[in-house]
Nanobody
Framework: QVQLVESGGGLVQAGGHLILSCTSS????????MAWYRQTPGNQREVVAV???????TYADFVKGRFSMSKDFNTNALNLHMMTLRPEDTGVYHC???????????????WGQGTQVTVFS
């Protein structure tokens, strides 16, 4: 059972930046599709960014050009670099990992508990 733990959330003024980290209990960064989702007030959970095990990362239009991701294989962490934050970025940010270890077994799907980001104007 993989455990994902997010950290780095907090209170920041509009225009500021935060770095969220998702640390995995296993070395999965090279095999998992990693993603960040967020749940903003009054809305359903939505995808923010996705990074497949091979290939490039993709970003939702509402964060494109402001957010980026990086992987730290030493600490098994997926980082979300959030720049030029806006009040509408306020929400709980969750890390997700989807792993298919072998083609013949079901995909594993893991979520972190989330970290709160609050952007004030």
């Amino acid at each position: 059972q993989v455990q994902l733990v997010e950290s780095g959330g907090g209170l920041v003024q509009a225009g500021g930046h935060l770095i969220l980290s998702c640390t995995s209990s296993e070395k999965i960064l090279s095999m998992a599709t990693m993603a960040w989702y967020r749940q903003t007030p009054g809305n359903q959970r939505e995808v923010v960014a996705v990074w497949p095990p091979s290939g490039s990362s993709t970003y939702a239009d509402f964060v494109k050009g402001r957010f980026s991701m990086s992987k730290d294989f030493n600490t098994n962490a997926l980082n979300l670099h959030m720049m030029t934050l806006r009040p509408e970025d306020t929400g709980v940010y969750h890390c997700n990992a989807k792993i298919r270890r072998r083609p013949t077994i079901p995909e594993e799907n893991y979520w972190g508990q989330g970290t709160q980001v609050t952007v004030f104007s």
